[in-house]
């Protein structure tokens, strides 16, 4: 499997925040670092979509 890319903490701090405001409480280290992880992920598997269709025949 290939490994996510790392982003700029500002990028995991906005979504940190959304999910902070919708669920109207702090989120511990370890939500946080699932968090994170699951956007990296998300932002790898969205590339990789973005390549299928720029290369597609």
Not at 23 to 45: A, C, S
């Amino acid at each position: 499997m290939i490994e996510p890319l790392d982003y700029p903490y500002i990028l995991y701090n906005e979504v940190i925040m959304y999910i902070e405001a919708k669920w109207n409480r702090r989120l511990d280290d370890t939500e946080r670092q699932v968090l994170i992880e699951g956007y990296r992920y998300g932002r790898m598997v969205e590339a990789e979509n973005e390549i299928k269709i720029l290369y597609a025949d």
